[in-house]
Every structure is written in C-alpha cells, then in structure tokens.
C-alpha cells in the first residue's frame, strides 16, 4: 500500500503578513487540512481545518498530545493520499509533532520552509546569533537543557509562570534579561526585567521567550532538574497527581525526623539522602501551591533569603553583636518589627500541636527571653530534685510531666538540645538492646523467656561488649 504524504507548513511567527508565498501555495493546493492549534495569529489564513486544541485540553501530558497529533495526521493521510497540517512559527523549529511525524515509516513527510519567531527575535535584539554562538533552549527543560552555561541563551517557550519561576531558579548570579513577547504583533513586548521580578512582572502567554546574554555563573541545572521531576510526577502519576498539602503533611514530619536519625548516626552520605528526601517535600508542597496559582519554589527560596538577610544585620549590615545571646535577642526584635511592632505576647507563634519535648523547650526559651527565668543550672539541677521528690510522694502523670518539663528546662541551662539528647539515650539503648538479642541467640536463649537474673548477665555483657568495641556504649 502506498504510503501516505502530509505537506507540513509553518504560519510564520506573528500575523499573516509574515506568511511565506510557499506556505499560502500550499494551503490553496490541499483540501484536507490540519491546523497544529487555533491559538496563532495566522490561523485563520489555513481557512476551513481540522484543529487539534481539544486534544491539548482532554490530554494528561504533551507527549500524549504530539502522538495522538501524529496517529490523526497518519490516518488521514492513508486515507486521503496526501493532507496539509499547518504550525505555529517554523516547521522545524521547536516542534515535537514534525520531528515524530519525520520519524514515522507510515508517511512521507515534506516540509515547506517559513519564518520563525527566532527571525523577529534576532531583529529585535539586533543580534547575529552565528557570530554570538547563541543557543536556544527550551524553557520547560531550562535547567537540564542550559546546564552549565553561561549564555548567551534564547530560552523559548516560556509560556507559562511555572517555567519562568523554573527558569529563575536555576540561576544563582542573577542577570538582567529582555522579555520578548508577541513579536511582530500589535502588543509586542521587548523590555528588560530584573532577574528576581520574572516570574513577577512578567504575564507569560505562549508567544514569550526571553533573552539571556551572559550570566556571571553557569547554569545550575540540579535544583531546577528537580523541580521539572517534581512538575512531571504531578502531571503523570497518578499517586502524586492525587496529593495535598494535608496528605503530604505526615511525610515531611517523617522525613524531617530522619533527617534527625541522619545526623546522630555520624554517616555523611546517609545525611544527604535525608536531606535530599526532605528537600523533595518543599519541592512536593511548591509544585502543588504554583498549580494552584499560589506560590512557587522560588518564591519559597526568595522568601527564605530576604528572611535570612534582614535577621541577620550583623552579617549583612552594620549591627554589630558579641554573643550568640545577642543574635537571638535581635532575631526576636527584628521578627517582632516585621509583625508590625507587636507579636502577639511571649508566646505567639508558639504551636502547641508541636511534639512535646520541642514544645516544653520553645515555651522555657520563650520565658527565657523575658528574664523569666534560673540565673544558672545550679538551681535547676535542685528544681529537678523537687519534681523528683514530689513524685515520689505521688507518682501521677501530672507530677511526672512537672519532672519533665524541669528536665527540659535543665537542658537549655547546659546548651543541650532535649531531642538530641533523648534520642542519642534512645539510640543507644537501641542499640544495647539489639546486641542482649545477638547475645541470647548464641546461647540458644529465647530472650521473651530468659529470666530477670539471665537479663541483667545479658545485659552488662553487651555493655562490656560494646565498650571494648570502641562503639555503641
């Protein structure tokens, strides 16, 4: 069976002045025509065609799109002999369904040259991109596609403020940038935009690009690689798709809590997997925020910034400090200037549905920093020895907490984290615990059995054991 053809034509970048004679030509000659998207100012020059915007709206993902573009243009073609399918811009710039239909067995392909938005953007920016070594790269694949490089970039198809705000984070020494947009349209846009504003000032629409002509530092792909990892999960797995800041919520408690077993356990590579694992959850959140318009995670890691810079004038101003007590007095001050001059009371912001170890502490450190408050550990080692002495007398929760809470309190006096401490006591006797295990299973003992004398031989065994190890103590 003869193979079909399909006669691909490009709609020039703008109106239909920028036709070319050959694209026109070939309109009049097929009958059986397909236009690519409706969304161009030159549509209308393709006349009466079949348009495949129903399948971006019904579609999950691009690549869905591009193939199910292709498997419609086959059929016809088959069916027809030969059809027309007209494109935004240039044939072969920048269009996914040309490449797949030039790589498919089923049809010949021929395509008719035509003007590019890359045209218009060189006239404008008074560019020669040859002599300039210009690359163009995709904005939805900025991070993996610019990696490394330091421009001069033309990043295309920046149609969207995900993209930009995708784009903006891949950099670290931001540059100015010119914004093109709608080139060669009534509405034509050309203006540079300061790095940090993109994804600010900037209305994306499918007609911008942006030009970047050198950055102090290359492109630094790994954070805007996970972003656009992240973005793809949403788009295409179902689990991901289904996620919520609410049931995301337990994962990050979880992760951050890792992060924390991480650290006690000493192993460098164990500490950036945790981390790596809790960074995805921030990426997680931002990508669920920016598609529901809210925020993005750039907005997240400027917001962090300015946040570290204004509370630490002594580093980024000329505040002057000597103590770390002097850095946490300012922090309060500046945070509570930032709340509009009043934070509410000594413990606004505390949250009470914090773990209660973390909650005890931040409520003694909040006193703290009123003067409420033992001048020195002395006199909390004796509260300690009071709470004790009044559980004795009576052994009841609320006696038991009171023990605790002065126990926090101690901590603080002796520049030890509670959490820290608790878990480490914890881990350790974890670890005991295990070897008393190993220790039973060599003797042929079940340990749920073993006697109480049998126990305590055990478990001084495993103290002996660990510390002529060096280890686990």
């Known amino acids: 069976m003869t193979a079909g053809r399909v ?7 703008a109106g239909a ?18 236009l690519r998207t409706s969304r161009h100012p030159a549509a209308a020059v393709v006349g009466q065609a079949r348009c495949f915007d129903d399948l971006y709206e019904a579609a999950g993902e691009l690549d869905q799109v591009y193939s199910g573009i292709v498997e419609q243009l086959v059929a016809a073609a088959t069916g027809a002999g030969e059809v027309l399918y007209a494109v935004p811009g240039s ?11 030039v790589a498919d067995p089923r049809v010949e392909v021929e395509i008719v040259p035509a003007l590019s ?16 070594g210009v690359r163009v790269v995709d904005g939805h694949r900025f991070g993996v596609e610019a990696a490394g490089q330091r421009g001069p970039l033309l990043v295309a198809q920046c149609d969207s403020r995900w993209v930009l705000s995708e784009v903006k984070l891949a950099v670290e020494d931001a540059p100015a940038v010119t914004v093109l947009q709608r080139l060669g349209l009534p509405d034509e846009l050309v203006a540079t935009v300061a790095w940090n504003d993109l994804d600010r000032e900037i209305v994306p629409d499918h007609l911008t690009s942006l030009w970047v002509p050198e950055m102090a530092a ?15 999960l949403r788009e295409r797995c179902p689990w991901d798709r289904e996620q919520t800041h609410a049931s995301l919520a337990r994962f990050v408690l979880e992760e951050a809590y890792e992060v924390v077993e991480a650290i006690g356990g000493g192993d460098p590579a164990l500490l950036a997997e945790e981390l790596g694992d ?9 990508a669920i925020a920016a598609q529901a318009g809210e925020f993005t995670v750039a907005e997240v890691a400027r917001g962090i910034s300015d946040k570290m810079v204004r509370r630490h004038p002594h580093v980024f101003g000329d505040v002057e400090v000597h103590t770390a007590a002097d850095v946490r007095q ?22 009470g549905s914090l773990p209660a170890l973390l909650y005890a502490a931040k409520l003694g ?3 703290a920093g009123v003067g409420l408050d033992w001048p020195s550990a002395e006199p909390v080692f004796a509260k300690v020895d009071e709470e004790l002495a009044e559980l004795r007398a009576d052994a009841s929760a609320d006696e038991l907490g009171d023990v605790l809470f002065a126990v926090v309190n101690l901590a603080r006096h002796l520049g030890h984290d509670p959490e820290v401490a608790l878990r480490a006591a914890a881990g350790k006797f974890r670890r005991r615990l295990e070897l008393v295990e190993r220790l039973a299973a060599e003797r042929g003992v079940e340990l749920a059995g073993a006697g109480v004398a049998l126990l305590d031989e055990l478990w001084e065994e495993a103290k002996k054991t660990a510390y002529g190890h060096g280890g686990i103590r």
């Open 278 to 286: 809790l960074l995805l959850q921030v990426f997680l959140h931002s």
């Open 7 to 13: 006669v691909v034509v490009g709609l020039g970048p």
């Open 330 to 351: 300012n922090w309060e001050r500046i945070k509570r200037a930032e709340k509009g001059g009043s934070s509410g009371g000594v413990l606004a912001g505390v949250d």
């Open 117 to 132: 938005f890359l045209d218009l953007a060189w006239a404008r920016l008074g560019v020669d991109p040859v002599a300039r």
């Open 91 to 101: 044939p072969v710039v920048a269009e996914r369904t040309v490449e797949l239909l």
């Open 218 to 232: 290359p492109v630094a792909g790994e954070l805007a690689q996970l972003s656009e990892i992240v973005r793809t």
């Open 365 to 367: 450190k909040r006193a």
């Open 17 to 34: 002045d920028l036709v070319t004679a050959g694209t026109a030509s070939a309109i009049d000659r097929l009958e059986v025509r397909f």
